[in-house]
């Protein structure tokens, strides 16, 4: 927890943050064993970054004098598209995305996902919530990412993706095609991941037709907790 | 396991491979669920990768015949050079340096590292071992990595970086510099990833006495799992 981020319900009539969680509590009192009058990095959810000056600490409860007055950082222009992880790749995916800024993911149903993941309970809304909390207070964000489902492949493709085209680049990181993947993109870019054993041919096809262009990520097969994060390195942006 | 690797000790008179180990019998019978006659991808380690049929299926044995002639991927020109993590984190790490294709890792000393971590058990030699090699197993690989140890800071710099900085550049992700970070090197790099909490200010002042070229990432704090691959898909090469 590189930053502990508010919600509204934290603060109290006078814009104090009155925090009561044990999470947040025993982070401020044990990982950086703070006291009064102390300061800490601190922001509003979806709102600025800034400082928190503990002015009371009690049984149960901190309170924070904030001064918020920095943005957050620029987003990721990548809106991610992965093939369904397993439960727990999908967690610390949540939590990579959510550091490293992308603000928009679609989870995808694919022939090699199997259908029982979408039952996780990995992917209740509060556990993905959780997950990205922790990615934002890793990585020093105020901004959730937002999740998409696409529980059936071919819907998907015909009847979403056109309207993301008409402003996305769009890649597609494939195992049998030369061209290498770009570097540094500056334009809003589709980024298509298959799950772990990829996209099967007829998915790739569709893709392809719809307007992806496949890359390279050269030979090694790498696991969707490297991938994802690689890619964003490349990528920048 | 993408790819089975074979040892020295796992070949038999006539060439053929007979593994014995629970390891690879299972994960040959119960994830590939492979029989008589079916073929895997196999490799020799630091050799040529193929293919192994299976030739014969005992209790407690396997029997391939193997047919190695395609060359490992081409290695990675980073030698990267890591502010030793806490041992979960080191685990995770070998693994993943070894399936990016790194082929050489200095373990670093630095004012933030616990001292502790240097003797924990996840540095034996066996455990390093055993990581990479499920590394290599991911990515694809025969060619382990090669693991330097730096148990003091400033012997390492001052005595043996001059000489690697005769034939590498050398990059330190900085998180208060202004220059990104490049991207597709293609020269031999030394990369600098200071440990959880970052290189210290002197440790840094060192560094780039030493020459090393401060970049920055951008705002965002890494974990050492993401700054890994992340830069390492930066860089690519």
Known sequence: MNLILLFGDDFDPQGHAVLRDSRRLEHILKIHRAGLGDTLRVAQVEGLMGTGTIIDINTGSITLEVHLTQQPPPPSNIHMILGLPRPPMLKRTLQT?????????????????????????????????????????????????VIHWAKRFRPFVEDELPKLMQTHDAL?????????????????????????????DNEIAMLTKAGFQGVTLGER?????????????????
């Not at 597609?172 to 993109?185: D, G, N, R």
């Open 221 to 237: 097969i790498m696991r969707v907790e490297t991938v994802v994060p690689y890619l964003l390195g490349r990528l920048g942006g």
């Open 97 to 145: 995305i959510a550091a490293l800024g992308v603000k928009q993911l679609t989870l995808l149903q694919s022939a090699r996902v199997e259908k029982s993941y979408w039952q996780s309970p990995q992917l209740h809304p509060e556990k993905i919530h959780a997950e990205l909390l922790l990615g934002l207070e890793q990585g020093c964000d105020t901004r959730f990412p």
């Open 172 to 200: 597609l990181a494939h195992p049998y095609v030369t061209t290498p993947c770009p570097t540094e993109t500056n334009r809003p870019t589709l980024l298509a991941i298959g799950p772990e054993g990829g996209f099967i």
